[in-house]
């Protein structure tokens, strides 16, 4: 077996400063740009708390920093009208999103703007360490004096007197660019590490974890909010966590577990190599509470949790890569910082970014502070300054405020403001033209735009760090809305509809509208410091809280006063067996006369089909619990749903198993495996995630080509997971994938991982294997290489597990 190369070297000559000394002993070279060329300044690049630290000497000349350049979207005119008629009815664009290619193509930086940009960095000295796939961002690394000189500015430390003297380092004025890139260049981002983003989380000041669930659970918040009404549960959809911190799946279980929820295994996305779940740090329980308020919501709803480095680039990076990867069609963001103390460069990048997601067709739910309308006080500006949380405050971003919530049983009761709401004037971003109506003043952005449930005193039982608490903050609410836009868009497909996009616009149009005292909850009780409730719109709590399915009803067109009501008869709950068939006909009715009513179905059981008259016919192949929605549509398009369960027993039993032989290739051996000579493996150079043995794929830095297959046969009747932990490590660096792992199911692809998931440590992958129940199926591992820089993919503890 060949030696293999990794990146470990490569990995630690890039450290940013903020994971070295910021030593002085050594002085910067002064900062001299060609004086001859001309140069155009980048505005907004110098984070405002230079101008009241304390300057302590040079960053040293030879430290290695990390930069992001932010390039110019093109076309902007055409742009913003474009994102106006995408949610304007009747316009011939309304709700024909792009793909990420398309929106690149036509408002995105050229590839001779990135071309313009490399050459210029390269030129200097500088390493282009990536680009991001939608061109808006290219990441550059180099010495300090590199940097400086590049672009006109020079670094310095400092000790900001607000923050206790907290020493951070920053350039001394705005950086520049020549001017033959005036054109393209919006501005640079990573020349200080000052600002960082905090959760917007709150708990109780008796906070000792509880060995059982204390506060809100889903039936409380689903119950108040109408949310269980809808008739849907996520199916199909997918809603992205935006993190700097990371999770333990256990504690995500244990929460599932408690409150009987199933769904798709939370997974992480690596952003810039960040990968905190093996050691998650302070920010943890924000991830958790994210996930399980999302769970909780819209439990059949998939989950990516994005994962950066806390910093200005880490979070432009990873806005571009979830709107490049366009996996998700709902972002939920509890994680922000004051405007006044971000440079408006970074929050330009950042809002690029989330105008390329409106035009997809995802939709950003943010968290909008803790601190009330003095969104700085925990920070550098401190509590004296009128200030809203950024990103909540983007324009393309749903703000949302918080709320006390008093429920009887699952019943909504009443609700006031919570008294630390985020709420206030946008001081970067003008008021866009669809934010109108009673309460709405001024010409700046104001937020949020609308609550739910915050105040930790009202607050959810939560999972986290092995114990039960009970947090609030505005950080638990955007979750809940975004959980709530995962089971609108199930149903606005299910009703032939596009999703539901850039939320603002329609929640607008809806509160301006004779459906506004039956879509959201009004809250007109309560104040955070300088704003009160009042009826209508206000800046603690927006439009208020929903009324789930009468919102979404609204929003699609549907329900009382908005046209045509279809009523789909729930048949109640239904069971059978596998190998039995089965007809069922289902029934609706419409308040109009005429109409034609089209039936489609989500969650059947495998083997089960529905006809347009809604007829369900077929057999049952996989024993398991669905959940099923039928939808009848007219038409007009108007539409109704029913929910209920079907459960499908095994004719022959099932007796629970796992069907995996050599599971951990602890044999020594790759049999009963069939693998390529040298994958079994138990060097020391990649550790297994158990035990000495592992299969251990590529890692040759040249072109090769490694598998590793068994073949299994299901039992009828039976659900089968397919599951393993992949660890992989490579030495590619940026975001195009280079080297790729395929793993398949006979001929169904289940997944393809590349040298661009690459993450410290291990992660489990699973996947449903039930409907081979009754086949016979050869698992397979195939790992590509291409001719240099190697990528190792490691694969130990697989199980198919029956049941």
């Known amino acids: 077996m060949r030696p293999r190369s990794l990146a470990l070297s490569a990995a630690i000559a890039v450290l940013p400063l903020t994971m070295v000394s910021l030593g002085v002993t050594t002085a910067q070279a002064a900062s001299t740009p060609n004086a001859a060329a001309s140069r155009v300044a980048l505005p907004n690049t110098v984070t405002p708390a230079v101008a009241r630290s304390h300057k302590q000497g040079d960053v040293p000349a030879a430290q290695q920093l990390s930069v992001a350049v932010n390039l110019k979207l093109r076309n902007t005119a055409d742009l913003d009208r474009f994102l106006t008629a995408l949610s304007t009815p009747g316009a011939p664009e309304f709700g024909r999103y792009l ?51 590049a672009f006109g500015t020079h670094e310095s430390t400092y000790a900001d007197p607000q923050q206790g003297n907290r020493t951070f380092f920053a350039n001394d004025a705005a950086a520049s660019v020549p001017a033959e890139l005036a054109g393209v260049v919006d501005g640079l981002v990573g020349l200080d590490n000052h600002t960082v983003r905090t959760a917007r989380l709150a708990k109780p000041s008796a906070s000792t974890p509880h060995a059982a669930p204390s506060g809100f659970g889903p039936s409380q918040y689903d ?25 333990s799946s256990t504690n995500l279980k244990t929460y599932d577990s408690q409150y009987a929820l199933t769904g798709p295994t939370v997974s992480t996305v690596s952003v810039d190599g960040a990968n905190y779940d093996s050691a998650p740090g302070d920010g943890q329980g924000e991830v958790e509470l994210d996930s399980e308020i999302v769970r909780g919501v819209a439990p059949k709803a998939t989950q990516l949790v994005y994962e950066a480095p806390n910093s200005d680039q880490g979070e432009i990076d990873m806005a571009a890569k979830i709107v490049s990867d366009n996996r998700v069609s709902v972002v939920s963001i509890s994680w922000g910082s004051c405007e006044p103390d971000t440079t408006a460069s970074s929050m330009t990048a950042v809002n690029n970014s989330f105008k390329q997601a409106a035009a997809q067709g995802i939709s950003i ?67 866009p033209t669809w934010q109108t109506g009673t309460g709405v003043t001024g010409t700046m952005r104001t937020v949020p735009d609308v609550s739910s449930n915050a ?111 279809v009523t789909v008869t729930n048949p109640g709950s239904q069971s059978g067996a596998t190998g039995t068939a089965v007809s069922l006909q289902v029934s609706a009715s419409d308040s109009a006369s005429g109409q034609t009513l089209t039936y489609s179905a989500s969650g059947l059981p495998t083997g089960l089909s529905i006809s347009s008259t809604g007829k369900i016919t077929g057999t049952p192949t996989a024993a398991g619990s669905y959940t099923v929605t039928v939808t009848a549509t007219d038409t007009t398009g ?148 291409d001719s240099s820089l190697q990528t190792s993919f490691v694969v130990d503890d697989t199980a198919v597990n029956v049941s």
């Open 638 to 785: 108007a539409s109704g749903s029913a929910t209920f369960t079907w459960t499908v027993s095994g004719t022959s039993g099932c007796t629970p198993a796992q069907l995996l032989g050599n599971a951990g290739f602890e044999t020594g051996t790759a049999s009963p495996w069939t693998a390529s000579s040298g994958v079994v493996d138990n060097s020391s150079s990649e550790a297994a995630h158990s035990g000495s043995w592992k299969a251990w794929m590529n890692g040759y830095g040249s072109t090769h080509t490694d598998t590793v297959s068994q073949t299994v046969t299901v039992p009828a009747g039976c659900k089968a997971t397919f599951s393993f932990w992949l660890h992989i490590d490579t030495a590619e660096t940026g975001s195009t994938a280079y080297d790729k792992l395929t793993v398949s199911a006979g001929s169904t692809t289940l997944a393809t991982y590349s040298n661009v998931n690459a993450a410290t440590g291990y992660v489990q992958k699973s996947f449903d294997l039930s409907a081979f129940a009754g086949q016979t199926v050869t698992l397979k591992f195939n790992g590509v290489e």
């Open 455 to 565: 105040d930790p005193a009202s607050g959810f039982a939560i999972y986290t760090a092995g114990g039960w608490q009970v947090y609030g903050g505005t950080s638990a609410a955007a979750p809940l809305w975004s959980g709530y836009a995962a089971l609108y868009n199930q149903k606005a497909k299910a009703a032939g509809k596009a999703v539901l996009g850039e939320a603002n616009p329609k929640l607008y149009a809806v509160a301006n509208s004779s459906s506004y005292a039956t879509s959201f909850h009004d809250v007109t009780s309560g104040k955070n410091q300088d704003f009160s409730t009042k009826a209508g719109y206000d800046q603690v709590t927006g439009w208020g809280t929903p009324v789930g399915d009468s919102l979404a009803n609204a929003l699609l067109g549907t329900g009382t006063g908005t046209g045509n009501t």
């Open 365 to 431: 739910f943010s968290a909008s502070g803790d601190d009330g309308s003095r969104d700085c006080t925990r920070s550098t500006s401190g509590s004296t300054v009128k200030a809203v949380d950024f990103p909540a405050s983007s324009p393309y971003n749903t703000g949302v405020g918080g709320t006390n919530l008093k429920v009887s049983g699952t019943t909504y009761s009443s609700e006031s403001a919570w008294s630390t709401a985020g709420g206030g004037v946008s001081t970067q971003f003008a008021k």
């Open 99 to 149: 793909t990420p290619a398309q929106f690149t193509a036509q408002y995105g930086p050229t590839q001779a703007a990135v071309d313009q940009v490399r050459a210029f960095v390269v030129a200097q000295g500088l390493k282009v360490t990536s680009v991001s796939a939608n061109r808006q961002v290219v990441n550059v690394s180099g010495s300090a004096a590199q940097i400086a000189k």
């Open 223 to 247: 119950g108040a909010y109408n949310l269980g009404k809808l008739g849907t549960d996520g199916t199909g959809t997918t809603v992205a966590l935006w993190e700097f911190d990371g999770y």
